[in-house]
């Protein structure tokens, strides 16, 4: 079977500043990383030297025939000290937005993305009153180098940032899948949702929204009502914020099966993927249709999609299966303008490099980058417009 997708749709791979830049010295993370005794199994370190080495990066997706490409802008680069601005670290950024627009790149660009800075962190983080106001702030100094940009994403994953916020209260480490975690600190849903709408007043005249952790809970038997109650916290009260919102960016890898008493381990004979995850393709298709009802008339950007795997049929095959999903719910209705693939790039996976979500390998020594099979097959899709 051929499927179809619209003219201008985008295709695009993704990544974030932390993960990929290394030396992100003055945020959050990087002390966390580089603290004695930390439980982090590698440092970020130099990451992928995309820092430096972003007009290759762009080069490649270029030259796969992909025709966007999503990354972030690190706030802790721009605002290292409170109040402190860097012109030099604007300039670069305004650089990668011209090195998208003069390769017929559509940039899309986040503008937080999990780290902040040290220094907001250490005054009280989302929960200081301040915090909506400092945020506000950044993002006036970063408009004037939005231009030409046509998507920006406020705040990534608010879902799970706001369940990260309760977990490290008390372990400090986290496990398992974003969905199967302790519901999120309220306190820093409503800051992180007071943020984002003040990021779009100062937005205003761009397309923005937010990307959510979409997480597919589904009911074990009996379980419905648990299961909507698991994810109203978790994900609902999210996307009501987005509901007048430009866009919502969908981010989709797997499902969560939620019992009588909250969500179940991945059964033992489940395929998994390296993050533990289980290996479900449908999972993308079934997030925007889930997305779509509870956002009517607020088009769908996936932001995210993508599998960790050592083996890279396993990524196509993933990926195959992901895209006839989204294809499927777009066909039943879903506005869906864009498809952008979790990870351009074998980048920093929040403690570890070991599971690879990319569609190019980085050597950890050289920082090369290796196109895999992988690259190459989106890339075709892309071009044609068409999953066969
Ligand atoms: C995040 C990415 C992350 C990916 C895979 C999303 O939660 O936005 O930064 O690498 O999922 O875990």
Redesign the pocket.
Known sequence: MERSFPKGFLWGA???A??TEGNNVASDLWALENRPGTFFADRSGDACDSYHRWPEDLDIVRELGLNSYRFSLEWARIEPAEGRFSNAALAHYRRVIEGCLERGLTPVVTLH??TSPLWFQQDGGWLSGEAVGRFRRYVRAVLPILGGVEWVCTI??PN?LAMMANLMRDKERTEGV?GAMPPPDQRTAEALAAAHLAAREELAGLRSGW?I?SQNFEAAEGAVAERDAWARPREDQFLEVAKDDDFVGV?A?TRVIIGKDGALPVPDEARRTL?GWEFHPAALGDAVRYTAARLPGVPILV??N?I?TARDAERVEYTRGALAGLHEAMAEGADVRGYLH??LLD????GSYE?T?GLVSVDRETFQRTLKPSARWLGEIARSGRLD
Do not use: I, K
């Open positions: 993704a990544g974030s932390h993960q993305h999990f990534n994953e799970l974003a990307t952790a981010q890898y993050t932001t995210e993508g960790a979790w990870s980048n920093y996976e929040w599971p979500f």
